[in-house]
């Protein structure tokens, strides 16, 4: 039986599996001290908090135009460089914000820290799919987010109390998160990349059928993950809306359910993730949704009964919600990851990243606007709108290549899962090399 010891353990193994995890636990612990506080610091500079936000938002739509460049990269072979570009990037922006505190600065440290934010998951995600075996990705994956958000709660905790002191460390906070994201480009630099079987040399009518094919699927997921990626924005936007305006709740009750949802995904990430190994992931990705829909109900009806009683619907819906957190971040990637072949990978994740990038974009403003016309104006479409993904997913193994299942398993897919031909033997026997770039 795989216990979530054994696949640490496992994990540990991988070549530049520990290299990989200390750059990420570095880059997210110094990342989280600034990023509670960033649109503080822009109004301690001289923007109001209005302008920070659009600032803000318009170095993510920024990022969202190098997302494409991005995965162009990763298609040619390139899998340590993009992801180590992505970090030097967010260091560079954040270097920007001590040094500049003005508003010239803030402008263009926000614009690179956008650009680096985007394209750090499709990046990273192919840089992990790279070093993982078929049996170890998601785990690795899963491993990888796990530690991130640790690093985020540590880091968030720790700038908490330096700022204490006073508004003048917010500068510091920013100069440790571009020595911390510095550094973790520079052990990414280091991460030896394993040789990968990849399939044999298709003819070009076939290869530009499967390209379609794939891309095609990607596209049907990345239409059906936008309302899924409203998700992210519920505890830090949403949440507290409901709590404090419309339940007129204390702070420690978004602020405890914050810290609860952190405890939780830390918590069983990773045991969920191998508890369901042998689950297609577009079934998880389903299963994702199902729960994410339950907890909004569950917000609403929070929300509708109003008083004490209320805010305790609220506290508890936050199982299915962080529940159809773990399941959406278990299975998403890798699903996308398996729908094409590899010489695919980037630009599927980048496809990806658009559409949760773009939602990522909106949704505050959506969010806040729904949730001034009442919790039922809010609520009730999201819950919709991700059942309707969640089915759209379902569905969606219908028009997958005939040739494959409807989903590879959370400890089978492949970097092109279901693409490798039938006289390919297993990864740890091929001695075949992803063209002449490798080494990148």
Same mark, same amino acid.
């Given at each position: ?7 640490? @353990? ?8 520990? @290299?990989?995890?200390?750059?990420a636990?570095v ?13 503080i ?27 494409p460049?991005?995965g ?14 992505a970090?030097?990037?967010?260091a560079?922006?954040?270097l ?6 003005g508003?010239a ?6 614009v ?6 985007q394209?750090?998951p ?7 799919a790279?070093?993982?075996g ?5 785990a ?29 460390v917010?500068?510091w ?6 020595l ?8 990414i ?5 394993p ?6 040399t298709?003819?070009?009518a ?30 830090e ?9 419309g ?13 609860a949802?952190?405890?939780m ?16 992931? @577009? ?19 929070g929300g ?10 609220v506290?508890l ?18 699903l996308?990851?398996?729908s094409?072949?590899p ?24 969010i ?7 919790a ?15 089915a759209?997913?379902?569905?969606g ?8 299942s409807g ?26 090399r992803?063209?002449s770039?490798s080494?990148?």
């Open positions: 039986m795989t216990t979530t010891r054994t696949t640490l @353990r496992e994990l540990a193994r991988i070549p530049g599996g520990g @290299r990989y995890a200390l750059s636990a880059e997210a612990a110094t990342s989280g001290m600034l990023r509670p506080f960033i649109v610091y822009a109004v301690q500079i001289g923007l109001s908090a209005p302008q920070a936000g659009m600032t803000l938002t318009v170095g993510m739509l920024a990022g969202l135009g190098a997302v460049l991005a162009g990269w990763i298609d040619r072979g390139a899998r340590r460089a993009p992801a180590v570009a970090l030097l990037v967010r560079v922006g954040s920007l914000l001590a040094l500049l505190p508003v600065g803030f402008a263009i440290g926000a690179l820290i956008g650009v680096g934010t394209i750090a499709p990046t990273s995600s192919a840089l992990v790279a070093l993982a078929p049996a170890q990705r998601a690795a994956l899963a491993t990888g987010r796990s530690l991130r958000n640790a690093g985020l709660g540590a880091g968030a905790l720790l700038g908490t109390v330096l700022v204490a002191s006073g508004p003048e917010l500068r906070l920013a100069l440790a998160t571009a911390g994201c510095a550094f973790g480009a520079a052990v630099a280091r991460v030896p990349l040789q990968h079987d990849v399939p044999a298709a003819p070009a076939p290869t530009r059928e499967a390209r379609g094919a794939g891309l095609r699927t990607v596209t049907l997921l990345a239409l059906a993950g936008i309302p899924y990626a409203f998700h992210a924005d519920i505890l936007i949403a949440l507290p809306l409901l709590l404090v305006q339940l007129h709740a204390s702070l420690a009750w978004p602020s405890g359910i914050f810290v949802n952190t405890v995904v830390i918590a069983l990430q990773l045991v969920v993730v191998v508890r369901l190994a042998k689950w297609p992931h @577009r079934t998880v990705l389903f299963w994702s949704g199902l729960f994410l829909a339950v907890s909004y109900l569950g917000f609403w009806l509708a009964t109003g008083g004490d009683r209320g805010t305790v619907l506290a819906a936050i199982v299915p919600y962080t529940l159809g957190e773990i399941l959406y971040s278990g299975s998403s990637v890798p996308v990851i398996e094409v072949p010489h695919l990978v980037g630009r599927a994740l980048a496809r990806w990243q658009l559409s949760y990038g773009l939602a990522r974009a909106v949704d505050p403003l959506i806040t606007g729904l949730q001034s016309l009442g039922a104006a809010l609520w009730l479409p999201l819950a919709a709108a991700t059942l309707l993904g969640a759209t997913v379902r569905l193994a219908r028009y997958s290549r005939p040739h494959r989903g590879q398993s959370m400890s089978h897919a492949v970097a092109g899962g279901g693409w490798r031909s039938p006289a390919d033997g297993p990864l740890t026997r091929s001695r075949r992803i063209g770039h080494s990148r």
